[in-house]
């Protein structure tokens, strides 16, 4: 999971210029919004189990930012 999470850090520094955090589109990043909707819904499952106190989650792809999401707190 740390590897993952670090991966998609890093991923992220090395786009940061190809996409815009405040413009969140899932249609312009070829992505259904309903079937995105489900990962804060999982997050949030994470934190009730007191596995987390918070996530934050990006979905990005082809420089369109499609959901960003923040679950619980820190």
Do not use: W
């Amino acid at each position: 999971m740390r590897l993952l999470l670090l991966l998609g850090c890093a991923a992220l520094c090395l786009g940061a210029d190809r996409f815009d955090a405040n413009k969140i589109d899932p249609e312009a990043a070829g992505m259904d919004a309903e079937r995105l909707a489900a990962i804060p819904a999982r997050m949030k499952e994470f934190v009730e189990q007191g596995t987390t106190a918070g996530i934050v989650t990006i979905v990005a792809r082809h420089g369109h930012v499609a959901s960003f999401e923040a679950t619980g707190y820190q």
